[in-house]
């Protein structure tokens, strides 16, 4: 098993940014991908960003241009550098992982929020 711890959230203002980070434990020796979800209130979880062990990344078309994505094998993180944030960014992050095998872990979440 994996678990995750991210940090980073917060209150920001639109066209602010943030840096969110999580960090892997356990059998971090088992994943191939990272990556981020988000779920604002009364919506379904959706696929931020993802990135894997070789470096290829994903994005939602939704933050394409202002989010990035990036790892640190060494440090068992993923990281995603949120910019120009607009309130419709508002929500609860998650940090994920998907082993070799296809297990999926998720972290707590952390909380985003984008208003005046």
């Known amino acids: 098993q994996v678990q995750l711890v991210e940090s980073g959230g917060g209150l920001v203002q639109p066209g602010g940014s943030l840096r969110l980070s999580c960090a892997a434990s356990g059998s971090i020796f088992s994943i191939y991908a990272m990556g981020w979800y988000h779920q604002a209130p009364g919506k379904q979880r959706e696929l931020v960003a993802t990135i894997t062990s070789g470096g290829s990344t994903n994005y939602a078309d939704s933050v394409k241009g202002r989010f990035t994505i990036s790892r640190d094998n060494a440090k068992n993180s993923v990281y995603l550098q949120m910019n120009n944030l607009k309130p419709e960014d508002t929500a609860v992050y998650y940090c994920?992982?998907?082993?070799?095998?296809?297990?999926?872990?998720w972290g707590q979440g952390t909380q985003v929020i984008v208003s005046t």
């Open positions: 994920t992982t998907q082993s070799y095998s296809g297990i999926i872990s």
